[in-house]
């Protein structure tokens, strides 16, 4: 089959999802997705602020209010256990949060009958949180928080090198240096005022989306909606902010020591920002590199040279640049040098020479995969809404996530090498090498 006509019957295809959008009068947008097959509703509400919108001194303010909204409004003044406990008595699952460089999301999975509480609720903590708020449930969501970061960073084998990976790539003023979770500094230097700012400016009906997938009645999801969405008042959008990226020029190294039984390679870069035609084909390039066990990476370090134990690589998709990493943890009896030199070698065979058609095939067929599951999830990161609330504020078009597949499809070898040659280039590496700080185990990583 020519790519000619794939391309063809792939556009004649019914789309993969069937939505509607529609934006109120006080710029919350609204996304509709009706799937019959369960009896269950999602709802996912993304509000567009993360790391990138702080300010300098305010680290860690998005994440913070990923944990105060959950303890209590105006109209529901309890803690955590009140707010999900509602919904958990209502039959919920998918209960949770998450916060990013660019988005922080809410989300929640109800049986079909049970949507108006989820919205009702979400309204609530837009429209009401800051009646709720008080120095008490700052202090105490605070001190979470701060735990939080010494158990998830502080003292995660290798987290210290994770963060300073970031921060060798986008150094400051670059809004994504240091960690999203904030600094201990920041976060205790919070007062009361600084906080709700924060709020009123970013947690507006015009700074968000708002996603409903899954089994309801169209006519009745917009009429919940406009109940409780839309009489919140017309606030401005925030400002975008002002950020530029520069690219890393000249191969960046250091070497670190912490608490871990096994040296470990990182080699970072920046990668085209999240969904622009750019990525699609990085996105390519890192299945054949580090697509599991058939990846030319995991082949070339566990498999034909033993050098290490695991090999992975991660992009996290963001606004201005996606961190990309490598990341080896080598075998005992071997250097980090070691791998770093046939990594070094994997990269530069596929600079100089271009994928086969059937690795490329491969690799384009296991992000569609990926692709189908995410879409096959009702609720929750990574699922159907999340990529929907994800096309939104990237493209600027949930209906976007039609065109995914043809994307991928559409990247060719040729792009693959010429994006290995430009975004994973020698000099525009930061090498990070994480050995154990416990002599003992230094010298058995190395014997």
């Known amino acids: 089959m020519t790519a000619l006509l794939a391309s063809l019957l792939l556009a004649a295809a019914p789309p993969l999802v069937q939505l509607e959008t529609y934006t109120l009068p006080n710029g919350l ?24 919108n702080e300010a300098p001194g305010r680290s ?21 256990q009140d707010f999900a406990g509602l919904l958990e008595a209502a039959g919920s699952s998918d209960l949770n949060a998450s916060t990013w460089n660019d988005r922080t999301n809410y989300f929640e999975t109800l049986p079909s009958n049970r949507l108006e509480l989820a919205l009702w609720l979400e309204s609530e903590r837009m429209a009401f949180l800051l009646d709720g708020l008080d120095k008490t449930k700052l202090d105490t969501q605070r001190d979470v928080v701060r735990n939080e970061r010494r158990q998830s960073v502080e003292n ?18 670059h809004p ?39 089994d309801f009645d169209p006519a009745e999801a917009r009429a919940l909606v406009e109940k409780y ?34 040296s470990r390679l990182f080699v970072g870069v920046i990668a085209p920002p999240a969904w622009t035609d750019e990525e699609f084909a990085y996105d390519v390039v890192q299945e054949i590199l580090a697509g599991g066990k058939t990846g030319r990476l995991y082949r070339a370090l566990v498999f034909d040279r033993e050098l290490a134990q695991e090999v992975d690589m991660a992009t996290d998709k963001s606004t201005f640049g996606s961190t990309s990493e490598i990341r080896v943890t080598v075998k005992p009896g071997h250097l980090p040098a070691e791998a770093e030199a046939v990594l070094n070698a994997e990269l530069e065979r596929l600079a100089n020479t271009p994928p086969s058609d059937a690795e490329l095939k491969r690799a384009q067929r296991n992000l569609e995969a990926r692709l189908y599951r995410g879409l096959e999830r009702l609720n929750g990161n990574g ?24 994307r991928y499809r559409g990247v060719t070898a040729k792009q693959v090498q010429e994006t290995v040659r430009r975004v994973l280039a020698h000099d525009a590496r930061v090498v990070l090498i994480v050995n154990p700080a416990n002599p003992a185990a230094r010298t058995a990583s190395a014997r």
Request: aromatic residues 10%; hydrophobic residues 40%.
């Open 383 to 406: 699922s159907r809404a999340d990529l929907l609330n994800a096309m939104q504020m990237w493209r600027g078009d949930p209906g976007f996530v039609n065109q995914l597949v043809g």
């Open 176 to 214: 994504y240096f240091g960690a999203v979770i904030g600094s201990h500094e920041d976060l205790q230097a919070a007062t009361l005022e600084d906080v709700k700012s924060f709020f009123r400016t970013f947690y507006a009906p015009a700074n968000a989306s708002l996603v409903i997938a899954g």
């Open 29 to 52: 947008t609204v996304v509709l997705s009706q799937d019959r097959r369960l009896p269950i509703v999602g709802v996912n509400l993304w509000y567009h602020v993360g790391g990138a």
């Open 156 to 173: 995660t084998p290798y987290g210290k090198a994770e963060i300073r990976l970031v921060e060798l790539l986008f150094p400051k003023p």
């Open 60 to 80: 860690g303010f998005a994440h913070l209010f990923e944990h105060l909204m959950f303890q209590g409004s105006k109209h529901r003044p309890g803690n955590e």
């Open 229 to 262: 969405f839309g009489p919140i008042p017309r606030a401005p959008k925030p400002p975008v902010p002002a950020v530029k990226t520069l690219p890393v020029t000249r191969q960046l190294r250091e070497t670190l020591t912490d608490d871990v039984q096994l």
